[in-house]
């Protein structure tokens, strides 16, 4: 495997009490939330990668099939000699028919939280292009970036952020990691980012409330990770997993709901969860075109091409400045 380095730039790992710290303000808060990076640890990852597979979740195949038809077309838009810097990198299945067409790329540059996942990822990409230099960071991509010395010189670096991820920020937050990325990206460079689009509430809704449970599991998966790493006795049984489409604001709303009036411990702090109470875990938002392109432009980018699968369901845009 071409890695520069063995272990893993650990980039900045935030200190371990900062989980508890950040786990007791949203327990604290009025209504309720955590934050959606807390899905992905190790079981939180591998559990993502089955919903990429349930036949409700229409993201991951539509953006691969977008793939399939256009990388050749999107590889010939960023040009030769590319440093493509991938934000949460996961298991790299789309990565790769990306990687594939681009012409000399000069180094591929995996961030990604969970490093399970991240050591999968890479073992995936270095398999299929062995010669391709594999610089990867183990790290929150919202944090700022120092990107690795590349090899060579790049005609231009390109950050990938596949899977509609975006989507899991609100639009004011949205805009802040855009700029963060319009920065890094430097004079010449751009952005690849999956966009899910607005279409009819039963398919949005279907793909966050799959049948076989899988989706369900990844949501009570933070509780558990809770119990694992803070010594919290959340009763997943008493707890149940709730994704409804907001239409007004164009978003998947995903809330972990108490099935009835409980205590959890959360270090020191002693938390009530009432009947029904609704704590919020994650937004998806869904765009029109135009939504999109008017995001890009409150960061200072503008939409250069859009691609989209066959079935118009999914987004591929390259912003530039
Ligand atoms: C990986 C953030 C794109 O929001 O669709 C899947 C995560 N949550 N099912 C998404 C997710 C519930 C997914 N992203």
Not at 15 to 30: A, F, M, W
Not at 89 to 117: D, F, N, Y
Not at 121 to 126: D, L
Not at 208 to 214: E, R, S, W
Request: glycine content about 6%; proline content about 6%.
């Amino acid at each position: 495997m071409n890695v520069q380095a063995y272990a893993v730039r650990d980039e900045q790992r935030p200190p371990d009490n900062l989980l508890l710290q950040v786990v007791q303000r949203g327990l604290r808060s009025q209504p309720k939330r955590l934050p959606s990076w807390l899905f992905y640890d190790e079981q939180g990852s591998a559990l993502f990668e089955q919903i990429c597979e349930q036949p409700e979740y229409y993201l991951t195949r539509a953006e691969i099939e977008l793939l399939r038809v256009h990388a050749a077309d999107i590889a010939e838009v960023l040009g030769p000699d590319v440093r493509l810097v991938e934000y949460g990198s996961g298991h790299a299945i789309k990565t790769r028919l990306l990687l594939e067409h681009l012409a000399t790329p000069v180094a591929w540059v995996p961030i990604e939280l969970s490093s399970e996942a991240l050591r999968l990822g890479m073992q995936r990409v270095a398999q299929q292009i062995p010669e391709l230099p594999i610089q990867p960071l183990s790290m929150d991509f919202t944090r700022p970036l120092r990107l690795p010395v590349p090899p060579r010189a790049p005609r231009r670096t390109v950050l990938y952020f596949p899977g509609s991820t975006i989507g899991n920020f609100e639009d004011r937050e949205a805009a802040q990691l855009l700029r963060k990325m319009r920065n890094e990206m430097g004079d010449n460079g751009g952005i690849l980012v999956g966009a899910d689009l607005k279409k009819d509430r039963s398919t949005i809704e279907a793909a966050y409330n799959d049948k076989a449970g899988v989706t369900a599991a990844f949501t009570l998966n933070v509780l558990a990770r809770l119990n694992r790493e803070l010594g919290c006795n959340f009763e997943l049984g008493a707890f149940r997993h709730r994704a409804h489409y907001n239409a007004m604001a164009g978003r998947i709303e995903t809330h972990i709901l108490s099935n009835r009036e409980q205590r959890v411990r959360v270090g020191r702090l002693q938390v009530l969860f009432r009947e029904e109470e609704a704590m919020l875990v994650e937004y998806s938002c869904k765009y029109s075109l135009e939504d999109f392109a008017a995001l890009a432009a409150t960061a200072g980018l503008s939409v250069q091409h859009v691609w989209l699968d066959p079935a118009g369901t999914f987004s591929l845009q390259y912003l530039t400045r």
